[in-house]
C-alpha cells in the first residue's frame, strides 16, 4: 500500500463515519512515520495494521474494549527481531494521540507492527 492509497481508504472510512477525524489524522501520521522506518514509498502486507489502526483509536474514544491477543501469539510476536522497532511506533502514536493505548489494543498493534516490519525490513535486507 503506498500513501495516496491509504489516504484514500482513510477518507472513505471517515465519510462513511467509520472513523473520528483524530483516528483519521494519527492513522496518517503513523503511515507517514513507517514509511520513513522502512525507507520504503509501497508497503507490503500494511493494510491490515492500517485498517485496525484508525479503527481501534475510533472504538478507544467510544469506550470500548477489546480482548487480547492469545498469549501464545504475543509471545512469537516478542520474539521478533523487530518488536522493539513496533514498540516504538506504538508508543509514538500513544503520544500523537495524547492518551494511553488500552494494552489489549497496543498487543493488537504490536502484532500488526511486527508484521509490517519484518516484511518489509527482511527484503529490504535481501537487496
Known amino acids: 500500500m503506498n500513501l495516496q492509497a491509504y489516504k484514500e ?12 477525524n483524530t483516528a483519521h489524522e494519527v492513522a496518517l501520521q503513523a503511515f507517514t512515520q ?3 522506518v522502512v525507507n520504503k514509498t509501497d508497503i507490503d502486507q500494511a493494510e491490515m495494521l492500517f485498517t485496525h489502526l484508525p479503527m481501534a483509536l475510533t472504538r478507544i474514544d467510544a469506550g470500548e474494549e477489546v480482548e487480547e491477543p492469545a498469549g501464545e501469539i504475543m509471545r512469537e510476536v516478542e520474539q521478533s527481531e523487530h518488536f522493539g522497532l513496533a514498540k516504538e511506533q506504538v508508543a509514538m502514536i500513544e503520544d500523537k494521540w495524547s492518551q494511553p493505548l488500552p494494552q489489549g489494543e497496543k498487543k493488537f498493534l504490536y ?11 527482511y527484503k529490504e535486507e535481501l537487496r
Open 9 to 20: 481508504r482513510l477518507q472513505l472510512l471517515l465519510e462513511q463515519k467509520v472513523i473520528s
Open 111 to 121: 502484532m500488526h507492527y511486527v508484521t509490517v516490519l519484518n516484511t518489509n525490513l
Open 34 to 36: 513507517i514509511m520513513g
